[in-house]
């Protein structure tokens, strides 16, 4: 049995038995951590009020084998304004981080929550999320390229009403010609500095169609 002491953010935590917890960080380097918290329900409980989703913590613990077990925790940032702000996306946010398996933790994704009211703020932020969420995962939609033969989109662009875009060459009589400028508006969203202002029907709909996948892969 070893100590150990980590940074993270808390995303979730199910309460087990009478009095205990399963908690769920996200820590800086190393993706989600499950962490056992005894008696973390008990009245007496200094850990509970600190222990609540988007709250940065620094976490105090003991390893047994893979097994995390709770301590104490500090806190570095609480988040209770903004939770109060923004209520619906602030906890849609961190359960999307519930749903997949992350074993490291990317660093523009790790910029994100720590400074989650930032970006919450801004308009497309839930798709926004969700994209980078997918690339970080490896299921990024390609935007660039047709979908069956791989060649760089230019002009004619072409999509199929559910999940890829296709050059002038592959469309099929049914699929819905995409202007030239809604698709630059599209691929802004690949930026790592900035939100869009816009994004495309087609666009919400490809990241919808992704992460439905992506929940039945997980
Ligand atoms: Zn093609």
Known sequence: MIYFKTKGIVIYKKRIKENDATVYILTKKNGIKKIYAQGLYQIKSKNLPLIQTGNYLQI?????????????????????????????????????????????????LWKIYLHLERFIIKKNFPHYLIFHLLRILG?????????????????????????????GYCKKAA??????????????????NKI???????????????????????
């Open 60 to 108: 105090f613990g003991l390893k047994e084998g893979e097994n995390l077990k709770l301590i104490s925790v500090l806190p570095l940032k609480t988040r209770f304004l903004y939770f109060k702000k923004y209520p619906y996306l602030y906890l849609w946010s961190f359960s999307l981080l519930t749903k997949i398996n992350l074993l490291e933790t990317d660093d523009f």
């Open 175 to 192: 699929y819905q010609k995409i202007s030239y400028w809604e698709w630059l508006e599209a691929i802004k969203i690949k930026s790592k």
């Open 139 to 167: 299921f990024e939609p390609d935007l660039l390229r047709c979908f069956r033969c791989q060649r760089k989109l230019k002009k004619e662009i072409y999509f199929d009403g559910k999940k890829a875009l296709f050059c």
């Open 196 to 218: 869009p202002e816009r994004v495309p029907k087609f666009l919400k709909t490809i990241i919808k169609t992704y992460f439905k996948n992506l929940k039945r892969l997980t």
